[in-house]
């Protein structure tokens, strides 16, 4: 735990008592901090209250005294309309920050020149993370990964000089870190995403922006229109920018040329890492994440054949399209994090010849944007409430059997791409829906995935996350 002693004496009012709420509250009181704590839930207060957090009603409570609110990243800050605590803190003039905002001022604070990589984007944010994270543990150092994925950042050990940091930002948690001052900043991409709390793309942009703007050097996916005028207003005001392209020759940068990594001064480029061979990160939108990790380590002192070993070593990210087992010439995928059309475009994109199980509970717009993909599709394999819609959608360009259950999709997808002799073929699980009309969640749904694959006669398993 990362003790929050920037507050030590002040009053708090913390809302939002769910996993972060709850060990950003523990960091609070661990560092001094008089902590006012409520939560919508009841559940979630009585919960708080059995772990000796101070907790109180604070629609009740004098704002005046009050130096922080501290705000859980679920909870609304300016869309649909502020929570009714947001309107509370405003009306008495307290800050309102999160627990990204307290990691910042414990590192300023303790361990200034602690290495700190933040990343965020609309897309590719977690595989980077867990990417550079792992390229710096597997060089022997001190690797502290959290934040948006896996660990609450105040949960993480406390900052020192040589303790690295790679934090996942999402967007909420950048509107609650005004001082976030990361040694590398990451911004992978940009498309419309979560505007029901941001209300604008223009809003939404904005709210990335910061990241990258509080950084020693900022490092920017340029393959987006927003993405590009951000890097460019950067670095007209001075910035440190470092241009990344999954798909364009840069004259300074890096980017991607096939699986080899490229980099690029003044219009001279060297090969500097590579993907070929590396499973766990095929497709374009891998080799993005790749440069991202290359960049932000390189900034923060690791070497070319420290990270190189790293991008060799990579396990992947569970259920993103994780290689959970081969027999023959077919491999068996996992991406059930695939939860809609666009989060399942990079799965379709990567592999030549898909035996696709696609269905659940169905998303906005179901997979018409897909289409491009169709020629890939060998055959799919329908389940759940979306099998009727998405049936309709391939019509004729795709042959596809509705087969109602995961288990029944992956029997039969597998008998039909044993039988393929075209070459490689995958069976693919990339829903482009949510779970929820059959299992709780994506990683149910994966786990259920892998199991029916491993009672595959034959199937050899291919080591990944687990």
Same mark, same amino acid.
Not at 9 to 16: N, S, T
Not at 369 to 384: E, M, T, V
């Given at each position: 735990?990362?003790?929050?002693?920037?507050?030590?004496?002040?009053?708090?009012?913390?809302?939002?008592?769910?996993?972060?709420?709850?060990?950003?509250?523990?960091? !609070?009181?661990?560092?001094?901090?008089?902590?006012?704590?409520?939560?919508?839930?009841?559940?979630?207060?009585?919960?708080?209250?059995?772990?000796?957090?101070?907790?109180?009603?604070?629609?009740?409570?004098? +704002?005046?005294?009050?130096?922080?609110?501290?705000?859980?990243?679920?909870?609304?800050?300016?869309?649909?309309?502020?929570?009714?605590?947001?309107?509370?803190?405003?009306?008495?003039?307290?800050?309102?920050?999160?627990?990204?905002?307290?990691?910042?001022?414990?590192?300023?604070? $303790?361990?200034?020149?602690?290495?700190?990589?933040?990343?965020?984007?609309?897309?590719? &944010?977690?595989?980077?993370?867990?990417?550079?994270?792992?390229?710096?543990?597997?060089?022997?150092?001190?690797?502290?990964?959290?934040?948006?994925?896996?660990?609450?950042?105040?949960?993480?050990?406390?900052?020192? $000089?040589?303790?690295?940091?790679?934090?996942?930002?999402s967007s909420y948690q950048i509107d609650l870190a005004p001082s976030i001052n990361p040694t590398a900043g990451i911004l992978l991409n940009l498309?419309?995403?979560?505007?029901?709390?941001?209300?604008?793309?223009?809003?939404?942009?904005?709210?990335?922006?910061?990241?990258?703007?509080?950084?020693?050097?900022?490092?920017?996916?340029?393959?987006?229109?927003?993405?590009?005028?951000?890097?460019?207003?950067?670095?007209?005001?001075?910035?440190?920018?470092?241009?990344?392209? &999954?798909?364009?020759?840069?004259?300074?940068?890096?980017?991607?040329?096939?699986?080899?990594?490229?980099?690029?001064?003044?219009?001279?480029?060297?090969?500097?890492?590579?993907?070929?061979?590396?499973?766990?990160?095929?497709?374009?939108?891998?080799?993005?994440?790749?440069?991202?990790?290359?960049?932000?380590?390189?900034?923060?002192?690791?070497?070319?054949?420290?990270?190189?070993?790293?991008?060799?070593?990579?396990?992947?990210?569970?259920?993103?399209?994780?290689?959970?087992?081969?027999?023959?010439?077919?491999?068996?995928?996992?991406?059930?994090?695939?939860?809609?059309?666009?989060?399942?475009?990079?799965?379709?994109?990567?592999?030549?010849?898909?035996? +696709?199980?696609?269905?659940?509970?169905?998303?906005?717009?179901?997979?018409? $944007?897909?289409?491009?993909?169709?020629?890939?599709?060998?055959?799919?394999?329908?389940?759940?409430?979306?099998?009727?819609?998405? $049936?309709?959608?391939?019509?004729?360009?795709?042959?596809?059997?509705?087969?109602?259950?995961l288990d029944a999709a992956v029997e039969h997808a597998a008998a039909d791409a044993a039988r393929d002799e075209t070459g490689e073929v995958a069976? !693919?699980?990339?829903?482009?829906?949510?779970?929820?009309?059959?299992?709780?969640?994506?990683?149910?749904?994966?786990?259920?995935?892998?199991?029916?694959?491993?009672?595959?006669?034959?199937?050899?398993?291919?080591?990944?996350?687990?």
């Open positions: 735990m990362i003790p929050a002693s920037s507050f030590s004496g002040k009053a708090v009012a913390l809302f939002g008592l769910g996993g972060s709420g709850l060990a950003t509250a523990h960091a !609070l009181v661990e560092g001094g901090a008089s902590v006012v704590a409520w939560d919508d839930n009841p559940e979630s207060v009585a919960r708080a209250e059995q772990e000796g957090i101070p907790v109180s009603d604070l629609r009740q409570a004098d +704002w005046s005294g009050f130096a922080s609110c501290v705000l859980s990243p679920g909870v609304p800050l300016t869309h649909p309309k502020p929570h009714w605590a947001v309107e509370l803190a405003r009306g008495a003039g307290v800050e309102i920050i999160g627990d990204v905002e307290l990691f910042a001022r414990e590192r300023t604070k $303790s361990a200034p020149t602690a290495p700190f990589i933040a990343i965020t984007g609309t897309n590719g &944010k977690s595989t980077t993370t867990a990417l550079a994270a792992h390229i710096i543990k597997s060089s022997g150092r001190d690797a502290q990964m959290g934040g948006n994925i896996g660990r609450a950042v105040m949960t993480l050990d406390p900052p020192t $000089s040589d303790r690295f940091y790679v934090v996942e930002c498309t419309p995403d979560h505007l029901d709390r941001h209300g604008t793309m223009q809003h939404y942009a904005a709210i990335k922006e910061r990241l990258v703007a509080g950084s020693d050097a900022a490092i920017i996916g340029v393959d987006d229109i927003y993405c590009a005028q951000i890097a460019d207003r950067l670095e007209r005001a001075g910035k440190e920018v470092i241009r990344i392209s &999954k798909r364009l020759p840069l004259p300074d940068g890096y980017f991607a040329d096939g699986t080899d990594l490229m980099e690029a001064v003044h219009g001279r480029y060297e090969r500097i890492g590579f993907l070929e061979g590396i499973g766990s990160l095929r497709g374009q939108h891998n080799a993005q994440n790749a440069l991202a990790a290359v960049a932000a380590c390189l900034k923060v002192g690791l070497d070319l054949g420290e990270i190189q070993s790293g991008l060799e070593s990579f396990p992947g990210l569970a259920h993103r399209m994780e290689l959970v087992g081969s027999k023959s010439n077919v491999l068996f995928v996992n991406d059930s994090k695939a939860t809609n059309a666009d989060a399942a475009a990079p799965a379709l994109s990567t592999f030549p010849r898909i035996y +696709w199980i696609a269905g659940g509970l169905p998303k906005e717009g179901g997979i018409e $944007s897909l289409r491009g993909y169709f020629p890939r599709i060998a055959k799919a394999y329908l389940i759940g409430e979306a099998a009727p819609a998405f $049936s309709a959608t391939l019509g004729e360009a795709v042959p596809y059997e509705i087969s109602g259950t069976v !693919l699980l990339s829903p482009a829906c949510a779970s929820f009309d059959q299992y709780k969640n994506f990683e149910i749904r994966g786990e259920a995935f892998r199991a029916a694959v491993a009672a595959i006669e034959g199937v050899q398993p291919i080591g990944g996350v687990r």
